[in-house]
């Protein structure tokens, strides 16, 4: 396969890697040794022409006429998301979503075990969770040295939010992921993904209500003459 130096990868590519990741893992499950990178793109749901420059950053640019080889690209993915090693995770909060992120098996199969959950309920404190002792959020700085933690998650309600990323920060834990519906500061050299739940609702609400509008608007149309 045909290779050139890498060029750094932009923010653009790097979102959309995981999802070739997931594609090329279902070809190479049903035993498909190439794709072509007009199949990858459609299943992926990009256009082709994106989906060759994406693949570009990783020095990858297929066989005329054969396409990717799937194992080659897959590895590649792996190395330029940092897959090829295990990045254990510290859950803050033990409430209903902390146990569900806990509980979901394809964080480990993926490289992220979770080594270490935090709560600061007393009645949780002590107790178990699939295995996992729940610790005082107290013990927080010792748990990220003790078990090399790499990614600290904050499934907490938004009061608390900030607190906790400033000890994850200051017990240097470097990538947070953070549920609480909350807008959190942080260090520039500290990397932070916000997910809230809300917020996505909200947007796909818009384009719900827009779609709705061109189809009203479609239907009240007068027909042509």
Avoid: C
């Avoid at 040295?145 to 017990?171: M, N």
């Amino acid at each position: 396969m045909a290779t050139k130096p890498r060029r750094p990868i932009p923010d653009a590519t790097v979102s959309r890697l995981p999802i070739y990741q997931r594609v090329l893992d279902e070809l190479q499950t049903q035993g498909m040794a190439t794709v072509s990178s007009e199949d990858l793109a459609e299943l992926a749901g990009v256009n082709a022409a994106k989906a060759r420059k994406d693949l570009s950053f990783l020095g990858s640019y297929g066989i005329r006429g054969v396409g990717y080889e799937v194992d080659y690209l897959l590895f590649q993915i792996r190395h330029a998301l940092g897959l090829t090693q295990q990045w254990p995770v510290l859950i803050v909060g033990v409430g209903n979503l902390g146990r569900a992120l806990a509980d979901y098996a394809g964080f480990t199969s993926r490289g992220f075990p979770v080594a270490a959950l935090v709560d600061d309920d007393p009645a949780k404190v002590g107790t178990t969770h699939v295995g996992i002792e729940i610790h005082p959020l107290a013990d927080l700085a010792e748990l990220v040295r003790d078990l090399g933690i790499a990614i600290g998650v904050i499934a907490i309600p938004s009061a608390g939010a900030q607190r906790v990323a400033d000890l994850l920060v200051e017990a240097g834990v470097s990538s947070i992921l953070n549920f609480a519906p909350a807008v959190l500061t942080v260090p520039d050299d500290v990397h932070l993904r916000q997910v809230d739940l809300a917020v996505e609702l909200q947007i796909l609400s818009f384009h719900r209500q827009r779609g709705q509008r061109e189809t009203d608007q479609v239907d009240s149309d007068p027909p042509a003459p």
